[in-house]
């Protein structure tokens, strides 16, 4: 390549991505409301929100301004308190365009009558590729006081924590789909599901509660943004360069994966590899085969992969 078109790259490849860096964020200042803006409401100059569910149909969205490839998004979130049943308060990252090749990492908060559990429900699609379900009960009231929920995600691995504690890892395995090349927004919302949400959708939201509403403070972005009107590739191709993918961290530390390991094994109560596992073994013949980073995961924690 001539010297002249590798400078030009290198060029593109800087105007391709800004590294936001320790940078504080707002919500005003990072987030579009993009449903329901009078549900929304900033205060303290952006760095509270309150996203409010006045009735069935009308809820409310916040969703980062920026689009961003590596890196992690954490807030501290206080859900609703009493009767949150039929309710669902989410925090995610999505890619946008074609629905059937997306990819996405979830934070998902189903509410439930006063005084039963929240479910937290984590999941992640890459290529299109879904059904991934983990969900914990939390060790914690999540009603009671704002908690730090965090969504980790370099080359490697992908990584949900709480209050900084790991509760799940979802790894780059070769030949498996895992999000590398499709820049992601961070939102969140809260919306009405009460036909599956509380337990199984028995239990519906009381309307008469409304409206339902959950805080939010101490956004914090630490990402590989995409620089306004650079292509995927151009954001992809960037932000593999970037602080936030070169020499990933690939392994959580040995503490972590104590922390983990309690926390899942204490707290776990639906795993998508248990339920295709116990599928399996129920009717080998007809039985959705059990997906294949589930051994592979369970390899790596014996420490033979
Ligand atoms: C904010 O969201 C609204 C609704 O989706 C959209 O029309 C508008 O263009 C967005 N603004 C920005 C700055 O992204
Ligand atoms: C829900 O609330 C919105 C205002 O936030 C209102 O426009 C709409 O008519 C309400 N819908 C129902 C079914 O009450
Ligand atoms: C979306 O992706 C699917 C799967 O590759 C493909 O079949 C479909 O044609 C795509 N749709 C569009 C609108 O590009
Ligand atoms: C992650 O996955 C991509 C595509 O599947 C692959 O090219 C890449 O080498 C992987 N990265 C790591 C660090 O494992
Ligand atoms: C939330 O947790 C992340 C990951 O551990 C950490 O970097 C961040 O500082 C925490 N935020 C707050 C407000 O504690
Ligand atoms: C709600 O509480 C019930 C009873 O403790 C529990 O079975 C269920 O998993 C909880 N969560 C949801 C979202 O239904």
């Known amino acids: 390549m001539a010297i002249s078109s590798r400078v030009l790259l290198a060029a593109v490849a800087f105007l391709a991505v800004l590294e936001l860096g320790l940078v504080s964020a707002n919500f005003k200042d990072q987030c579009n409301i993009t449903w329901g803006p009078h549900n929304a409401e900033f205060t303290e100059g952006g760095e509270h929100l309150k996203l409010s569910l006045v009735n069935k149909s ?123 090349r499709k820049p992601m927004f961070a939102y969140s919302s809260i919306w009405n599901a009460d036909d599956w949400a509380t337990q199984g959708g028995a239990v519906k939201a009381d309307w008469t509660q409304a409206p339902f509403s959950a805080e939010y403070r101490d956004l914090d972005l630490q990402t590989c943004e995409c620089a306004a009107g650079a292509s995927d590739d151009a954001c992809a191709d960037s932000c593999a360069s970037s602080k936030y993918a070169v020499e990933p961290r690939c392994e959580l530390t040995d503490k972590e994966k104590r922390q983990m390991k309690a926390l899942q094994l204490g707290y776990t109560i639906y795993n998508y590899c248990d339920k295709a596992r116990t599928n399996v073994a129920k009717d080998p013949a007809t039985a959705d085969p059990v997906p294949p980073e589930c051994d592979l995961d369970d390899k790596q924690d014996q420490g033979q992969y």
């Open 58 to 180: 009308s809820g409310s969205m916040v969703t980062t301004l920026k689009s961003f490839i590596y890196g992690s998004v954490s807030t501290r979130i206080m859900l609703v308190k009493g009767n949150s049943a039929g309710t669902v308060t989410t925090y995610y990252t999505s890619s946008t365009g074609n629905f059937s090749l997306h990819d996405e990492i979830d934070f998902e908060f189903l509410g439930n009558s006063s005084g039963d559990p929240y479910t937290l429900h984590t999941n992640v699609f890459a290529d299109g590729v879904g059904a991934r379900e983990i969900q914990f009960k939390p060790w914690f009231d999540p009603t009671a006081d704002y908690h730090n929920y965090t969504i980790f995600w370099n080359p490697c691995m992908i990584v949900w924590y709480v209050d900084s504690f790991p509760i799940r890892v979802f790894r780059n395995y070769t030949g498996l789909p895992f999000p590398t």
